[in-house]
C-alpha cells in the first residue's frame, strides 16, 4: 500500500464554527519536516547554597557535588536530580570576572548580561536571553517570556528582572500566573477588526512623538539629547511590539486546558506558585509561543523581597536571606540551607520532567529546550564559583551525566558563548568571554 507523502506544519489549527484549536505534536509534523526549533529558559535563586567542609557531617548539605566527571554523586541538597542525571550537568568554578568586583547582594542583574555594575556606573548590557530574542523572536508571537517572584524591574543592583534589552534597560518581569496565561493564551473579546484599529491608533500616537522628538532635539544640549535617544529607544521598542502584535493578530492563539493549572496562586503558597509558574513556561515552549524565557525565583532585596518569607512559609525557621548568612556563619546553618536549595532543586525537577516527558520530533522538548539553573553566589557575599546546572539540549549538541569544575580563569561568558552557538547564534564573544566552552560538548 503506498504511504501519503504529505506532513502538517507545527502551525496547523483545526478551525470551525469560529473556533481554532492548536494541534498537539503528531508523526506527520515530523517527515520532511524542519528541524524542531532549539529554547533557552535561564532560571535564577539568590543568597547562594551551603559550603562545608569535605569529611564533616555537614559536608552532606554541600551544594557541589562529591567525585568529578562521569563519577560525581548528588548530595542531599539536590537529591531530586539523580532521576534526571543524564540529562544535565552540574557546573563548578564558574563566574563572572566583573561580578567578583561587584557588591555581595548586587549579582542578580548581571547573571545574564556580565556586565560590572559598580557606584556612578550602573549601566547594564543585554541579557543571553535578550540576544537570543533579538536574533530569533520573530518567528513567535512573543519573542521572550520574562517572569520573577516579585514582578517589575526592581531597582538597580537589586533587580527583580533577569532580562534586560540591547540597550541594558530592565524588562518587566510578570509574576501573576493567570495574567500570565491571559497574555500566552487569553481570547481577546474585542472583535479582530476593532483589535486591529486600536493597534493602529497606538502606532500613530508614537508616529507624533518620533515626529516631536526630531523638533525637539536639536534644541537640548548633550545629556539631554542621550536622554532623549534613551527615550526614544525605548518608544521604538513599543512601536516595534505593535507592529509584531498586528502581525500576529490573525493567527488564533493555542488553547490548551487549564483545568489542572493553580492560576490564582500566590505569594502565599511558595510551592503551588512555583509549579505552576513552570507549568506555564512549559506550555509556552510546548506551544511554540516563544522559545527564550527567565523565571527569577526571588531578588536579592532581602526582607522587602516577596519571596523572602517562601522558606518560612514552608515550615523552615527563618527567611530565604537569613538561612544563607547563618550558612555561612557555622555548621549549624547548614541543614536549614540544604533544605531549602533541595525545595529549590525540586521543582526544577519538576519542571525538567514536564520537558522530557513531551515528545517532540525523534526525541523530547528537554531534548530541544537548554535550561540553565543557578545563582551568582556560592556562599552569601561571595560573587564566584556560581553553582549552575546545565539541563536539556541534547539535540542542540550538549553532553551531560556530568559533574565539571572550571578554573576561575574561564569566565561564565565562555558558556553563554557556546549556548548562542548552540541556539544557532553565530557569536565569537558575549561579555567578557575568551572562548567557548567546548566541555559541554558530545
Not at 193 to 219: A, I, T
Amino acid at each position: 500500500m503506498a504511504t501519503k507523502s504529505w506532513r502538517l506544519n507545527r502551525r496547523t489549527f483545526l478551525r470551525g464554527a469560529g473556533v481554532s484549536l492548536a494541534l498537539p505534536w503528531m508523526e506527520a509534523m515530523a517527515a520532511g519536516a524542519e528541524a524542531a526549533p532549539k529554547r533557552f529558559c535561564a532560571v535564577y535563586f539568590p543568597y547562594g547554597i551551603v559550603q562545608r567542609k569535605e569529611g564533616t557531617e555537614f559536608a552532606e548539605w554541600n551544594w557541589f557535588p562529591e567525585g568529578e566527571g562521569l563519577d560525581f554523586r548528588f548530595r542531599r541538597s539536590h537529591a531530586a536530580l539523580e532521576p534526571l542525571r543524564d540529562e544535565l550537568t552540574m557546573l563548578g568554578g564558574l563566574s563572572h570576572p566583573k561580578g567578583r568586583k561587584m557588591g555581595g547582594h548586587d549579582t542578580a542583574d548581571n547573571w545574564l548580561t556580565g556586565a560590572e555594575l559598580k557606584e556612578g556606573h550602573l549601566d547594564n548590557t543585554i541579557s543571553l536571553d535578550q540576544l537570543l530574542a533579538d536574533r530569533f523572536g520573530e518567528q513567535t508571537r512573543f519573542s521572550s517570556l520574562t517572569l520573577s517572584t516579585d514582578g517589575g524591574v526592581g531597582e538597580p543592583t537589586r533587580a527583580s528582572t533577569l532580562s534586560f534589552s540591547r540597550t541594558g534597560q530592565p524588562i518587566p518581569a510578570e509574576n501573576k500566573p493567570r495574567l500570565v496565561f491571559d497574555r500566552l493564551f487569553g481570547v481577546n473579546s474585542d472583535s479582530l477588526s476593532r483589535q486591529r484599529q486600536q493597534l493602529r491608533n497606538s502606532g500613530s500616537m508614537l508616529d507624533l512623538v518620533l515626529e516631536h522628538s526630531r523638533s525637539l532635539r536639536g534644541q537640548l544640549g548633550q545629556v539631554d539629547q542621550r536622554k532623549l535617544d534613551e527615550y526614544l529607544t525605548a518608544v521604538r521598542q513599543i512601536e516595534l511590539r505593535v507592529e509584531r502584535s498586528e502581525r500576529w493578530l490573525d493567527v488564533p492563539k493555542p488553547t490548551v486546558d487549564a483545568s489542572g493549572l493553580h492560576l490564582d496562586a500566590d505569594d502565599s503558597t511558595p510551592r503551588e506558585l512555583m509549579q505552576t509558574m513552570y507549568d506555564l513556561l512549559f506550555l509556552a515552549f510546548q506551544t511554540d509561543s516563544t522559545r527564550y524565557a527567565t523565571y527569577q525565583l526571588g531578588n536579592m532585596n532581602g526582607a522587602t523581597s516577596i519571596a523572602g518569607k517562601f522558606p518560612q512559609l514552608l515550615g523552615m525557621a527563618d527567611s530565604m536571606h537569613t538561612l544563607a548568612h547563618d550558612a555561612r556563619k557555622g555548621d549549624a546553618g547548614a541543614e536549614p540551607l540544604g533544605r531549602w536549595t533541595g525545595f529549590l532543586t525540586e521543582q526544577l525537577a519538576y519542571f525538567l520532567r514536564r520537558l522530557r516527558e513531551t515528545n517532540e520530533g525523534d526525541g523530547s522538548l528537554l531534548d530541544n529546550t537548554i535550561v540553565l539553573f543557578g545563582s551568582s553566589n556560592s556562599q552569601t557575599h561571595v560573587n564566584e564559583n556560581y553553582p549552575l546546572v546545565l539541563a536539556g539540549g541534547q539535540a542542540a549538541g550538549l553532553r551531560h551525566g556530568r559533574y565539571l569544575r572550571f578554573g576561575d580563569e574561564v569566565p561564565l561568558a565562555n558558556l553563554f558563548v557556546t549556548l548562542l552557538q548552540r541556539c544557532g547564534a553565530e557569536s565569537e564573544g558575549f561579555a567578557d568571554s575568551s572562548g567557548e566552552l567546548s566541555a559541554i560538548l558530545a
